[in-house]
């Protein structure tokens, strides 16, 4: 015990736990203020680009900022990403993300891939865009050596909008914006049609917290497109309680050394076996989430499951593996057709 208290005494006079103390009291009045970016773009909003009087035909039109895909017309098919809680901004993916929706492009050539949803801005917004801690968000992310430890700052924000987007309160605003976002972008990619000849098929693929976000934008997606709406989830974590009750399946892809995918587990209540009467639940008993061991990954790096590493003595990298798994879904097939 003495040894102990002289540490703490030590890290008193050092001023290190007085720095750890600041963070943690800066990090609650972060949270505290964190809601206030949603209810400022909830109030600059009409009722029309709100969703609740929405059209498509009229609010739809091409972006410049995503690039045109050069594909037949026969697209029926968009797979949506929405990235984790480590990144910066919509247009900084990584080669193993970037790897894996260029492949998941050329095997399918009916889908198209949006890459340009970050799903932690609500605007849609880089952290380096126009924010007044902009140039807090850019030093972390650039930081090297020690200071590579900074870019934990990126991932702290970013869960508040994780958390932000599992709130009863200010949830279905935040959902509804990104829900927004995602037909605008689905929209500049590839043109949607305003009166489709046949059904659509949207995936979700997130990862971390992405799926929290995606979950909470389909009951959105849903009431406006005419879409069938699958959620691949690799590593994914979320509450169990929006989206399950109108998308088609939601996958859960698993890696053996992922112990971060456990937690959501044990947070939300939601997810817990003997809530039965919770959306999560129900969606198990009736058979549309699946959860599929993907092997090895971890949740993140190299070794994770957008890792361009690979695997052991194999030539097989973790990037590849998990593609391999998603490629094995049956959401690519005719037998999910209405």
Same mark, same amino acid.
């Given at each position: 015990m003495r040894r102990i208290g002289g540490q703490i005494l030590l890290l008193l006079q050092s001023g290190t736990l007085k720095l750890l103390v600041f963070a943690g009291?800066?990090?609650?009045? %972060?949270?505290?203020?964190?809601?206030?970016?949603?209810?400022? %773009?909830? &109030?600059?909003?009409?009722?029309?680009?709100?969703?609740?009087?929405?059209?498509?035909?009229?609010?739809?039109?091409?972006?410049?900022?995503?690039?045109?895909?050069?594909?037949?017309?026969?697209?029926?098919?968009?797979?949506?990403?929405?990235?984790?809680v480590g990144d910066f901004s919509a247009n900084q993916l990584t080669p193993g993300e970037e790897f894996f929706l260029h492949k998941l492009e050329q095997i399918? =050539? +009916?889908?198209?891939?949006?890459?340009?949803?970050?799903?932690?801005?609500?605007?849609?917004?880089?952290?380096?865009?126009?924010?007044?801690?902009?140039?807090? %968000?850019?030093?972390?992310?650039?930081?090297?050596? %020690?200071?590579?430890?900074?870019?934990?700052?990126?991932?702290? =924000? +970013?869960?508040?909008?994780?958390?932000?987007?599992?709130?009863?309160?200010?949830?279905?605003?935040?959902?509804?914006?990104?829900?927004?976002?995602?037909?605008? =972008?689905?929209?500049?990619?590839?043109?949607?049609?305003?009166?489709?000849?046949?059904?659509l098929k949207l995936i979700l693929v997130g990862t971390s917290g992405g799926v929290q976000v995606a979950l909470g934008a389909a009951p959105y997606l849903d009431r406006w497109l005419n879409a069938q709406l699958f959620v691949v989830s690799i590593g994914g974590d979320f509450d169990g309680e929006e989206g399950f009750e109108v998308v088609e399946h939601v996958y859960q892809l698993v890696g053996r050394r992922d112990w971060i995918e456990d937690l959501s587990q044990i947070v939300f209540a939601s997810r817990w076996p003997i809530t039965v009467g919770s959306p999560f639940n129900q969606a198990r008993r009736q058979g549309r989430y699946t959860?599929?061991?993907?092997?090895?990954?971890?949740?993140?790096?190299?070794?994770?499951?957008?890792?361009?590493?690979?695997?052991?003595?194999?030539?097989?990298?973790?990037?590849?593996?998990? &593609?391999?798994?998603? +490629?094995?879904?049956?959401?690519w097939s005719n037998q999910n057709q209405k």
């Open positions: 009291i800066i990090l609650l009045a %972060w949270g505290t203020v964190a809601p206030v970016g949603t209810l400022v %773009w909830w &109030l600059s909003q009409s009722s029309e680009s709100l969703g609740i009087k929405k059209n498509l035909a009229k609010n739809l039109s091409r972006d410049s900022r995503s690039p045109k895909v050069d594909k037949s017309e026969n697209i029926d098919c968009y797979i949506v990403f929405l990235p984790g399918h =050539r +009916n889908c198209v891939a949006v890459r340009d949803v970050f799903p932690y801005s609500i605007a849609n917004e880089s952290l380096g865009g126009r924010r007044l801690l902009a140039p807090l %968000w850019s030093a972390a992310e650039k930081a090297d050596g %020690w200071f590579s430890n900074t870019d934990i700052l990126i991932k702290i =924000r +970013n869960l508040w909008r994780f958390a932000i987007s599992a709130d009863e309160r200010y949830g279905h605003i935040y959902n509804l914006g990104i829900a927004d976002v995602i037909v605008n =972008r689905m929209n500049a990619v590839h043109p949607l049609s305003k009166r489709p000849k046949q059904g959860v599929v061991k993907t092997g090895p990954h971890a949740h993140s790096g190299s070794q994770g499951y957008f890792g361009t590493t690979t695997i052991g003595q194999s030539q097989t990298t973790y990037v590849e593996l998990t &593609l391999k798994k998603v +490629n094995q879904l049956p959401i």
